[in-house]
Every structure is written in structure tokens, then in C-alpha cells.
């Protein structure tokens, strides 16, 4: 690591859910377009060592990345904001660190000692910001965000980390604090006083923050930004609004415009030039903000919450935006799917994606979606148990076998055209043991897959999945009508599926969503948009 590398720790207070991601994200893309070398890590204070385990209804979509970790949502943002790769290093849990330290224990590291949070846990936490596990990175900024809230009980070692570091580190490192401020209805102003108790809170923790962030829907004037800083013992230009905003691919123009950046620039001793590459960031605001029509995109899945594919729909969204149009998401509960009803429910919608997940719940609901946009050539995109839906219908309805099944679903299906993966027969736990991560997939020349990626060989692209398509039924699909356009050239694996003579319908193996970011949308999102502003 260069010694010269410089560190943001962001926190939370007050509320819980305010955007420190999106604006841990922003504050990455600022400095990437001043030319700095940049990365963002995530520490969450849960004990589980991962969210891969986590039902969405809990922590909403579980982000994988290229080497293969389940990570939170945010890593996403961090992704798609500024074009890096993150890795496991970027994502760290309370639970991570304790195995580490208790492993190490077990080994006799700590020749006896006794094994307490002060210094062992905080020294491990410190150890992970500061990423002495990549110790060839050569990085200017390391972004560090903690998940939680201050004055939560497990966010503790974190916070006294923080503090060691602070003064470690001296100018190098930067306390960003982001907090709320309410509006009360019948008194009709804008409270401070929850702002002013979380960073006391924060104090007392021994930690002074440099920079405040307040989000709030409602504009605060220069007077009361001037109150936050007087009583939180910070400069005024030091306080930062984050308002409302139509898109959260505002919000980096928005700091931008109030000079976070240059704020951090200063408080880190660095100086503050002209350089700014922000044109192509503002080029894809331009054509988010004259993106004209609607296309009514419905979303067939079993968790009803909007977190729950967070990478699927920011996948859309982009997408429709490079083809000027606003992509209107519409969730459909595959539960409530039905022979009589599938119709009501996806109508008026120009295309479908059949959404991942896992177990039997909701899954003939998919496979009834399937059946319908096939037969009624709706654009359709499958994704992960979505493509295997659409290929156990294809079996079904097509090939004639009827009772043709996934084995996570039927483990008795005569004809199991989903089976389990070989390696995956022996696994007994559930964390961190699917297949994980980025794997090649070689494309069949003149399919539609293969136009969509404008004509690459071989695309890398990440998993997340214990179940693949049963080889054995491979030529029965090919001589159907389904063909098998990706395939993973070292286990054979099918990763692509597509009905050419249909307007555009397309299942992956994989997860496009991970790959699709603000100034590159992903080449299989943008050719499905386009079937469907085409259908709209």
C-alpha cells in the first residue's frame, strides 16, 4: 500500500437506511474523475460471515463479485458508480472478523493471551481498513463505509477502530458523517436536534467528524446549515446537503456542486486543481433527463420488496435510458400466478424478466409466465432459476415431458432436465459453497446472445447457483427449438439459452445484473430494452 494513500471512513446516524452507499459511491466517483486511484469497502456489524445465507427479506439482494463473495447490496452502487471491481476484501462482516481472530486463537498465534475486542478485534478491524491484505494496491483513497447506525451496540469496535486510526493516520484520514433531518409537519420547520445528538454521540466516542452530510427532503438554508456547524464543531463549507433527488445518479453532481470533494481534498492536505473528468457522467445525466416515452416492464418473482433486485431493476433502468425511454418496473408475485389469471396479470407489458431465487415457492407461477410470453412472443429475459423455469417449461410444453422438473424442486422427477451440480452433491453448508463468481461463457456464432455482445468469443460473466441444465437433455432442446448458445468451455456447462425465431427470449445461467454499470450498461440488458421499446 502506498503510505501516501488517504482514508474516508463514512458513518451513519440517527436513522438507519439514509444512503450512505449511494453516497459513499458519489464521493468514489468524484475522486476517480480528479484522477485518483480509488476503492470502497463495506463493514457491516452483523455476525453472519456473509449475507449468502440471508433471506432478501432481511437484507435485501445478496451482490456477488468477480472472485466470488456475497456481499451486500451496496457493493453494487460502489460497482456501478465508478466502473471498479470489487472483491472480498471489499466486504467485511463482524462475523469475518471474529473467525479470524478465534482461528488464529485455535492456533496458538496469540501465545496465550488473553483474547479480548480491545486490542484483538479492533486490531483485526484496523488491519482489514487499512487492507493490509492487498499489500500490492497502489490506491489514493481507501472508502470505507460502516453499516448501521451510531449507538448500535455492534457497530462499537468499528467505531473505537475509527478512532485508533484517526490518530494514526493524522491528515490522512477523513470522518464523513451522514445524518438525518426531519421535517415536523406542525411546527412546520426543520429539526437540527437528532443531528446535533448523533455526532455528540460520536464525540463521545472520541471521533470528531470533518465533514457532515445531511440528508433531508427539504432544502436548509444557509442559517441553519450555519447552526449545524457551529454546534457540531464544523466548518460550514463542511455541510453538506443531500436533498431529494429524482435519480440517485444525481447525487454525485449534487456534492460536486457543494464542493464535498474539495472539502475532502483540503482536510487531507492535498490540492485542489481544475482537472475534473465529469462529461460523460453528465453526458448520461443528459439523456436521463430527455428520455421520452414509457415501457411497462413486468417483473415476475416471490420477494415483494424493491431491495430484493436492486441490480436487476438499476440493470432496466439504464438500459431504457441509453434508448431513451424510462423503463416503468411493475412487480409480479409469481405465487399469485395462475392458468386463469396469467394473462390479467402481465398485461400491457412490453417484456418480462423471470427474476432468480431459490426453492419451490413461487416457481410454477414462473414457469406459467414463461409458457404465456413464449406462446404470445412477448420479449422475455430469464435470469439464473428464471432461465431454468423457462427451460423446464420448454420441457413440458414442448419436448412432452410433462412431469419434467427441477431437482430443487422434485427431487423425484423422472425427467430432471434442472440437476444438481456434481460438486455441489457433497456439500453439506449452505454459506459461501454455490458456484460462485465470474466463469467464461463461449458464444455460438450468429445467435442473438452473440449479436447482443457485439460479437465476442467469450464473455466473462458471474454465477450464483447450485442447480444447471441437464446435458443429457442437450440435443433434445437443440432439435426443439431451444438452443444452447452459451456454453462454459470448461465444464461443459450451459449458461445461454434462446428460441431464435422468437421476438427475443433469453435465459442465462449467470447474473448480468452484477455487470451493469452507469457509463457501461450490460450488452444483454440493452438488446432486451430494445425488443421490448420495439413491442412497447
Not at 482489514?128 to 463505509?145: G, H, K, S, Y
Not at 433486485?309 to 425511454?325: D, N, P, Q
Request: hydrophobic share 35%; proline share 4%; aromatic share 8%.
Amino acid at each position: 500500500m502506498n503510505k501516501q494513500t488517504k482514508y474516508i471512513f463514512i458513518t451513519g446516524g440517527v436513522v438507519s437506511s439514509l444512503g450512505k452507499g449511494i453516497i459513499s459511491a458519489s464521493i468514489g466517483k468524484l475522486l476517480q474523475a480528479r484522477g485518483y486511484a480509488i476503492t470502497i469497502q463495506k463493514f457491516d456489524p452483523y455476525i453472519n460471515i456473509d449475507p449468502g445465507t440471508l433471506n432478501p427479506y432481511e437484507h435485501g439482494e445478496c451482490y456477488v463479485t468477480m472472485d466470488g463473495m456475497e456481499t451486500d447490496l451496496d457493493l453494487g452502487h460502489y460497482e456501478r458508480f465508478t466502473d471498479i471491481h470489487t472483491t472480498r476484501h471489499n466486504s467485511i462482516t463482524t462475523g469475518r472478523i471474529y473467525k479470524t481472530v478465534i482461528d488464529r486463537e485455535r492456533r496458538g498465534d496469540y501465545l496465550g493471551k488473553t483474547i479480548q475486542v480491545v486490542p484483538h478485534i479492533t486490531d483485526e478491524i484496523k488491519r482489514r481498513m487499512l487492507r493490509e491484505n492487498e499489500p500490492d494496491e497502489q490506491l489514493d483513497f481507501v472508502i470505507t463505509e460502516v453499516g448501521g447506525t451510531i449507538g448500535d451496540i455492534e457497530s462499537a469496535p468499528f467505531m473505537e477502530a475509527i478512532r485508533q486510526l484517526r490518530w494514526q493516520l493524522g491528515r490522512n484520514a477523513v470522518s464523513v458523517h451522514l445524518t438525518y433531518v426531519p421535517y415536523l409537519k406542525a411546527a412546520e420547520e426543520m429539526k437540527t436536534k437528532p443531528t446535533q445528538h448523533s455526532v455528540k454521540e460520536l464525540q463521545g466516542m472520541g471521533i470528531q467528524p470533518d465533514i457532515l452530510v445531511l440528508r433531508t427532503e427539504r432544502h436548509l438554508d444557509d442559517q441553519m446549515r450555519m447552526k449545524v456547524a457551529s454546534f457540531c464543531n464544523v466548518d460550514l463549507d463542511c455541510v453538506i446537503l443531500s436533498e431529494d433527488m429524482p435519480s440517485i445518479y444525481e447525487v454525485p453532481v449534487r456534492m460536486l456542486e457543494q464542493g464535498l470533494d474539495t472539502a475532502i481534498l483540503r482536510k487531507t492536505g492535498l490540492p485542489v486543481g481544475e482537472s475534473l473528468s465529469m462529461q460523460s457522467w453528465y453526458d448520461f445525466l443528459d439523456r436521463q433527463r430527455h428520455a421520452e416515452g414509457q415501457i411497462h416492464i413486468g417483473l415476475v418473482g416471490k420477494y415483494d420488496l424493491q431491495d430484493a433486485y436492486k441490480s436487476i431493476r438499476e440493470s432496466l433502468t439504464l438500459a431504457g435510458i441509453y434508448h431513451g425511454v424510462k423503463t416503468v418496473l411493475h412487480f409480479v408475485n409469481s405465487e399469485r400466478i395462475t392458468a386463469d389469471n396469467v394473462s390479467e396479470q402481465l398485461a400491457d407489458m412490453a417484456g418480462v424478466v423471470i427474476c432468480p431465487g431459490f426453492g419451490q415457492r413461487g416457481t410454477e407461477g414462473k414457469i406459467l409466465t414463461a409458457a404465456y410470453t413464449r406462446t404470445h412472443n412477448i420479449p422475455t429475459f430469464g435470469i439464473c432459476l428464471g432461465m431454468q423455469m423457462m427451460v423446464i417449461e420448454f420441457a413440458r410444453n414442448v419436448l412432452g415431458y410433462p412431469d419434467a422438473n427441477s431437482r430443487e424442486i422434485d427431487a423425484q422427477t423422472p425427467h430432471n432436465v434442472i440437476d444438481l451440480m456434481e460438486e455441489q452433491k457433497t456439500v453439506t453448508q449452505l454459506g459461501g459453497t454455490m458456484r460462485l463468481g465470474a466463469y467464461a461463457c463461449d458464444l455460438r456464432e450468429g445467435s442473438r446472445a452473440h449479436e447482443a455482445y457485439g460479437g465476442q468469443h467469450t464473455v466473462m460473466e458471474r454465477h450464483r447457483h447450485r442447480y444447471e441444465f441437464n446435458n443429457a437433455y442437450r440435443n433434445r432442446y437443440e432439435q426443439g427449438g431451444m438452443k444452447c448458445v452459451g456454453v462454459n468451455p470448461a465444464a461443459d456447462l450451459v449458461e445461454i439459452v434462446e428460441i431464435a425465431d422468437h421476438r427475443w427470449y433469453i435465459g442465462t445461467q449467470f447474473h448480468p445484473e452484477y455487470s451493469s454499470t452507469v457509463l457501461h450498461p450490460h450488452p444483454l440488458f440493452l438488446s432486451f430494452v430494445k425488443a421490448c421499446v420495439g413491442n412497447g
